[in-house]
Nanobody, 122 residues
Framework: QVQLVQSGGGLVQAGGSLRLSCAAS????????RTWYRQAPGGQREWVAS???????NYADSVKGRFTISRDDASNTMYLQMDSLKPEDTAVYYC????????????????WGQGTQVTVSS
């Protein structure tokens, strides 16, 4: 019943910006750590950024200073603001979150979004 639905991908020129959204729905008690990953064609899934329930953030070196991860607890939505985009940022972006369902253990389970294509042209 719990799911993550992504939106906000698309095509943008180098130097432009995009904001990705990932909304959680279902019988949610709480959301713990939230993470963004990306996967380029033929590549491995790469960690991009994460934010804890306490608000601490971490970023991959490749996106530091350009990407910002955030969350809105009222709407159970996480975001990835991407600025100064480069062609090498082209990938399918996935959100991931550890979610505690109503009536479940406090540890929660990992859930994945469906993926959103981001294409940066030069």
């Amino acid at each position: 019943q719990v799911q993550l639905v992504q939106s906000g991908g698309g095509l943008v020129q180098a130097g432009g910006s995009l904001r990705l959204s990932c909304a959680a729905s279902g019988s949610i008690f709480s959301i713990k750590d939230r993470t963004w990953y990306r996967q380029a064609p033929g590549g491995q899934r790469e960690w991009v950024a994460s934010i804890t329930s306490g608000g601490a953030t971490n970023y991959a070196d490749s996106v530091k200073g350009r990407f910002t991860i955030s969350r809105d607890d009222a709407s159970n939505t996480m975001y990835l603001q991407m600025d100064s985009l480069k062609p090498e940022d082209t990938a399918v972006y996935y959100c991931n979150a550890r979610i505690v369902s109503v009536g479940s253990t406090l540890a929660g389970l990992q859930y994945w979004g469906q993926g959103t294509q981001v294409t940066v042209s030069s």
